[in-house]
C-alpha cells in the first residue's frame, strides 16, 4: 500500500441537489414539514467533504466523518435547487477540517464545519469488525 497522502488546506468541492419528496423532513422522520430536512443537508455537506478530498488519495486511503456543528437556518422547499460548498480549512495530521455552506439562489441555507479523519481502509475496517 502507497503511503497517506499528503493533503493542503485549500481543497473545495461542491455539489447540487434539487430538493424532492425523499429529502424532506417529514421523510427522514426529522420533523413533520416538506421541507429539506436537516439530516439531508448534513449528508449533502458531508459529500462535498468526500468529493473535495476524493482526487487527492492514493489506493487504501479514505475519510471517515469524526465531528460535525451545522446551523441550518432556512426553509428550503420540494423543487428547490440547493449546492453544498465544502472546503478544506485545515490540515493536522490525520485530522481534516472543512468549512461548509449550502444555499440555495445564493441565499444561504446552512453553515457549520465538519471534521474528517484520514485513515488506512484496512485497517479502520478491520478494525470495525473486530478483526
Known sequence: MEQQPTL??????????????????????????????????????????????????????????????????????IGTVVTAVATLAKVDGRRLLFELRVTAGGEPVAEGRIERTLVDRQKFLAKALGE
Open 8 to 77: 493542503t488546506a485549500g481543497l473545495t468541492a461542491q455539489v447540487e441537489l434539487t430538493v424532492t419528496d425523499a429529502d424532506t423532513a417529514q421523510a427522514l422522520g426529522s420533523g413533520d414539514v416538506p421541507v429539506l430536512g436537516t439530516p439531508r443537508v448534513l449528508a449533502l455537506a458531508e459529500a462535498a467533504t468526500v468529493a473535495a478530498t476524493a482526487p487527492k488519495l492514493v489506493p487504501g486511503w479514505t475519510t471517515v466523518g469524526t465531528e460535525v456543528e451545522l446551523e441550518h437556518t432556512t426553509a428550503s422547499p
